[in-house]
């Protein structure tokens, strides 16, 4: 059985960093492709960065320059790399893996940025 869990979020201040992971277990196959999506209160989920594990990347305009997304093929893990965070960046992240062509979701983790 497939699972994906995502790395526990927290409270960063306006300009910090924070890693997120998102880690796939229970098969012997790689994680082609590592997706992060958001969603913030009241709004709806938003999709941020996209990584194959071949290189290519993709970032939504509100992240661009600041989040950085990667993939750790010997730990089967992707990483989303957060840095001068802003409090609009607050919102509950999501990490999308897709294996052998199907795709699993992590269970959403926590980010808050405030002062």
């Known amino acids: 059985q497939v699972q994906v869990v995502e790395s526990v979020g927290g409270l960063v201040q306006p300009g910090g960093s924070l890693r997120l992971s998102c880690a796939a277990s229970?098969?012997?196959?790689?994680?082609?492709?590592v997706a992060w999506y958001r969603q913030a209160q009241g709004m709806q989920r938003e999709w941020i960065a996209t990584?194959?594990?071949?290189?290519?990347?993709n970032y939504a305009d509100s992240v661009k320059g600041r989040f950085d997304a990667s993939i750790d093929n010997a730990k089967n893990t992707g990483y989303l790399q957060m840095n001068n965070l802003k409090p609009e960046d607050t919102a509950v992240y999501y990490c999308?893996?897709?294996?052998?062509?199907?795709?699993?979701w992590g269970q959403g983790t926590q980010v808050t940025v405030s002062s």
């Open positions: 999308e893996g897709v294996i052998r062509e199907r795709d699993y």
């Open positions: 229970g098969t012997t196959f790689s994680t082609n492709i």
């Open positions: 990584r194959l594990i071949a290189g290519a990347s």
